[in-house]
């Protein structure tokens, strides 16, 4: 089970932390990502961290957000930095054993989903 929180109202500019905490698995075992949604569009990538601890972003947040994961806490976090309007959406974290390297960017291959929080930013 993935709990999504952090979530919030934010200004243009502003920042926030995501956080995902898992339960019931070896979390250190899961690749873990982040995808949003905005309203009317389809989910994408934003974030991913393997199990090795290899990181990817999307290009739309990178230098902006920063993919972690604290295995001993089972958590895997999402600061966003340098907020803007079209970061607006509901961010859902994912987890996959099993994920491989072209499968990190499709929400179609994760196994294991959150239920979301939503981000919203104000211009």
């Known amino acids: 089970q993935l709990q999504a929180s952090g979530g919030g109202l934010v200004q ?11 339960s019931g698995r070896t979390f250190s075992n899961y690749a873990m990502d982040w995808f949003r949604q905005a309203p ?9 961290v393997r199990r090795s601890g290899s990181i990817y972003y999307a290009d739309s947040v990178k230098d902006r957000f920063t993919i972690s994961r604290d295995n001993a806490k089972n958590t895997v976090y999402l600061q966003m930095n340098s907020l803007k309007s ?18 990190l960017f499709d ?12 981000v919203t930013v104000s211009s």
């Open 12 to 22: 243009a500019g502003g920042s926030l932390r995501l956080s995902c905490s898992a």
């Open 40 to 48: 009317g569009k389809e989910r994408e990538f934003v974030a991913a």
């Open 86 to 103: 079209e970061d607006t959406a509901v961010y859902y974290c994912a987890a996959d054993l099993g994920v491989i390297y072209s499968s």
């Open 107 to 118: 929400p179609g291959k994760w196994d294991y989903w959150g239920q979301g929080t939503l």
